[in-house]
């Protein structure tokens, strides 16, 4: 069987080859299948971008197919720039005038009150159809940094400070954690454990 990831982010791609390859399914991705239709991810929630993406890229190209939508939801801006955390400060991967323009928002909020999630929202769509078969959502909390610590990860990973009680990871920042550690407790690693119960019912001829 093969699954579509409805993205061209390598590290993506990777990390579901890894829990997709004992399953017996092969996941290709838009270049595979010479490429997909641009999609405007001007959905009101995750769910609703991922669901979009993954129905175009499915009847584009006749595979089951897989999106999703990820960002950060910050308590002290009323859940923002949640869909718009890509391009919070304007420019769609500027990971840096993101991260600037969130520390400029949050000068003035006590230490207290910084708390935020990460979420990532999964959407698995049915060949030819585009018809949404399964959605899940994978949830991570934490707060909000007054400055960038780590050299790992990606987009706000070097804010975010992993608070959950009883985990290896609680107290550390996303963005000094290893690929493995921040996959154990991240909001992508949540998800996609979670789509990985379902999974081979669906692919299943």
């Not at 390859?21 to 299948?33: A, F, I, K, M, N």
């Amino acid at each position: 069987m093969k699954l579509l990831l409805a993205s061209g982010n390598a590290k993506k791609l990777a990390e579901l080859q890894r829990m997709a390859t004992p399953l017996g399914v092969e996941v290709v991705s838009p270049r595979d299948v010479g490429g997909l239709p641009e999609v405007e991810e001007d959905g009101a929630t995750f769910l609703a971008n991922a669901a979009k993406k993954a129905s175009s890229g499915a009847r584009a190209s006749g595979l089951w197919t897989l999106a999703d939508d990820s960002g950060l939801c910050v308590d002290a801006l009323d859940g923002a720039p949640g869909v718009f955390s890509a391009r919070y400060a304007g420019t769609h991967g500027d990971d840096a005038g993101n991260n600037a323009k969130l520390l400029d928002a949050l000068a003035d909020v006590p230490d207290g009150d910084r708390g935020a999630r990460f979420v990532c929202a999964l959407a698995l769509a049915r060949p030819g159809s585009g018809e949404i078969a399964h959605e899940v959502e994978g949830r991570v909390e934490g707060e909000i940094l007054r400055e960038a610590q780590g050299e790992g990860g990606f987009g706000y990973d070097p804010l975010f400070r992993f608070s959950e009680p009883g985990y290896p990871e609680t107290g550390l920042v996303f963005g000094a954690l290893s690929a493995e550690e921040k996959a154990a407790v991240s909001h992508r690693g949540r998800a996609l454990r979670a789509l990985e119960e379902v999974l081979p019912a669906h692919l299943t001829p």
